[in-house]
């Protein structure tokens, strides 16, 4: 198995081997207020509560950055075996998993706190993004093309389109692989050429805390598409869950392994869109607006939850069945939109 590097690890929840500076500076901050409040023996408004909008703190990691409200990036990207190891991928503050044609996989991967130098290999945009997106309000999202007929559909939501036509300098191929899967994208030439009033960093509905009670004991978790299956596993080393793609282990381009504090198995309605891809297959439609069953995956346990999101310009909220927050832990979310079957 490969180890992470020290240094290199990214995100931890707790501080534990492979914390980065940010989380260690998180920790500082947040014990300083802890200690502020008991001396002045009154409550603090925020503190520990896992608010998605606490002072300070990134509402989508819960971890301390210099700006909250930073431009939101979505990057559609590749996740077929010729794809990874993906570039950039680890410094994404939440990494959504879909469903595309065939039964198998791509990411949408959010970027705010945190902006890599590149971010690849860039794929095609889906009729979901868009309403997976607008809870994020008006952000901007980078992708290397769409089927015809959905371009139209694209450009009249209120997304930010920076493909390749209108932000050129934005994006490379690289040699060292084949087309379609040598595509790459620097973050801050996309911002920067694209359209203006892009949305800052919000409330989307995560909060984050201290682990809710309750949950079982939990090592291992496997989801499964039509043709390809996720296995997360915990590793109390590195304080996250692990990320495997169809039993190989997943890697950034570094080496070191993918993982995450928090994992969310969003089961979702998966029905067929109005679009199909080159191929004539059908392009499948994640329905992420509405209600359902979910599982979130912190620190070796696993809770069982409700996801709720009334409209496509509402976040989604986790719950226990007695309606309180599902806190997750600090640090970069995976949120898999899993078949309701699964």
């Known amino acids: 198995m490969r ?5 290199q690890a990214g995100r931890t929840a707790d501080g534990g081997p492979g914390a980065g500076p940010r989380a260690v500076r998180a920790r500082v901050r ?18 520990g509560d896992g608010d998605g909008e606490q002072e300070g703190r990134s509402p989508f990691t819960g971890e301390s950055v210099p700006d909250v409200s930073a431009p939101v990036l979505a990057v559609k990207i590749d996740n077929v075996a010729a794809a990874r ?35 690849g290999p860039v794929r095609s945009a889906r009729e979901s993004d868009i309403e997976l997106l607008r809870q994020f309000g008006e952000p901007a999202l980078a992708y290397s093309g769409a089927q015809s007929s959905l371009v139209p559909v694209l450009e009249a939501s209120p997304l930010r389109l920076v493909p390749p036509g209108e932000a050129p300098g934005a994006y490379s191929r690289s040699a060292e692989r084949s087309a379609p899967h040598n595509m790459y994208l620097d973050p801050r030439a996309a911002l920067r050429e694209a359209p203006g009033g892009v ?38 080393e590195f304080d996250r ?14 080496g070191d392994r993918l993982g995450a504090p928090t994992v969310v198995v969003q089961r979702v309605e998966i029905r067929d869109s109005r679009f199909r891809d080159r191929g004539g ?16 995956l912190r620190g070796g346990r696993a809770y069982e939850a409700r996801w709720s999101r009334p409209s496509a310009e509402s976040g ?21 939109l899993a078949p309701r079957s699964t």
């Not at 180890?3 to 240094?7: D, I, V, W, Y």
């Not at 680890?90 to 890599?116: K, M, N």
């Not at 226990?320 to 898999?336: L, N």
């Open 30 to 47: 947040a014990l300083a207020v802890l200690v502020a409040c008991a001396a002045l023996l009154t409550g603090c408004p925020g503190a």
């Open 316 to 336: 989604t909220e986790f719950t226990t069945s007695e309606g309180d927050p599902v806190t997750f832990a600090r640090g970069q979310v995976w949120v898999v």
């Open 241 to 254: 869950w692990l990320v495997s793609v169809d039993g190989e282990e997943a890697t950034t381009a570094d």
């Open 85 to 119: 190891p993906q570039t950039g991928l680890e410094r994404a503050d939440i990494v959504y998993v879909e469903q595309v044609e065939s039964g198998l996989t791509r990411l949408l991967a959010v970027y705010s706190s945190d902006l890599p130098p590149s971010v």
């Open 281 to 296: 297959s059908v392009s499948p439609y994640s329905e992420t607006v509405g209600s359902g069953e979910a599982t979130v």
């Open 3 to 7: 180890t992470m590097r020290a240094g």
């Open 199 to 236: 949305s800052g960093a919000s409330d989307i509905g995560f909060r984050f805390g201290t682990a809710p009670g309750g949950g079982r004991a939990d090592t291992e978790e496997a989801v499964r598409f039509p043709a390809v299956r996720y296995t997360f596993t915990w590793s109390a």
